[in-house]
Antibody
Framework: EVQLVQSGAEVKKPGESLKISCKGS????????IGWVRQMPGKGLEWMGI????????RYSPSFQGQVTISADKSISTAYLQWSSLKASDTAMYYC??????????WGQGTLVTVSS | DIQMTQSPSSLSASVGDRVTITCQAS??????LNWYQQKPGKAPKLLIY???NLETGVPSRFSGSGSGTDFTFTISSLQPEDIATYYC??????????FGQGTKLEIK
């Protein structure tokens, strides 16, 4: 069974750093792209970027370029999304997705990030 | 950038009704269009891919159609468990994608 299991909810202060994770199982982790999607409170879905764990090829949406870093460790089948300096506006639910042939066929359960002083 | 205009933004219908949601792309995207369902407090779920293909395990009351710039998502007979927000998603290349604004579906 394909599963993407994300790390737990985080509460951080503005200016702090954060790295959240997404562990894939039940499929060949290095053969599919992993994407990240943001959903701000009460809002819609925003595509942030994508990584191919096989060779770490990474692409960012222009809106998120320079704001976050996407990485992966194929030895442990885990992708990451990280911030060096969080802002209150980063408060959101973040989903990782397995992306294949243009569609996101499996989703993680989401990681809620709350940034508040 | 390709923009997606999804309508309506909200919809109220009765059990058994036929429900239709539309999505319009700002340029031709062929059939590169997917539909997702997001129930409250849950992650989205892929229902339809490549405009009209039903994902495995999805009930046949869900369907999609269209190509080019105009797409339609239909629930043939609304069930109580279909209460959710529905999103279209375009991909003009396999890695680049944007979502519609979403349609919140409620039971009348």
């Amino acid at each position: 069974e394909v599963q993407l299991v994300q790390s737990g909810a985080e509460v951080k202060k503005p200016g702090e750093s954060l790295k959240i994770s997404c562990k894939g199982s039940g499929y060949s982790f290095t053969s599919y792209w992993i994407g990240w999607v943001r959903q701000m409170p009460g809002k819609g879905l925003e595509w942030m970027g994508i990584i191919y764990p096989g060779d770490s090829d990474t692409r960012y949406s222009p809106s998120f370029q320079g704001q976050v870093t996407i990485s992966a460790d194929k030895s442990i089948s885990t992708a990451y999304l990280q911030w060096s300096s969080l802002k209150a506006s980063d408060t959101a639910m973040y989903y990782c997705v397995r992306h294949a042939s243009g569609s996101s066929d499996y989703w993680g359960q989401g990681t809620l990030v709350t940034v508040s002083s | 950038d390709i923009q997606m205009t999804q309508s309506p933004s909200s919809l109220s219908a009765s059990v058994g009704d036929r429900v239709t949601i539309t999505c319009q792309a700002s340029q031709d995207i062929s059939n590169y269009l997917n539909w997702y369902q997001q129930k409250p407090g849950k992650a989205p779920k892929l229902l339809i891919y490549d405009a009209s293909n039903l994902e495995t395990g999805v009930p046949s009351r869900f369907s999609g159609s269209g190509s080019g710039t105009d797409f339609t998502f239909t629930i043939s007979s609304l069930q109580p468990e279909d209460i959710a927000t529905y999103y279209c998603q375009q991909y003009d290349n396999l890695l680049w994608t944007t979502f519609g604004q979403g349609t919140k579906l409620e039971i009348k």
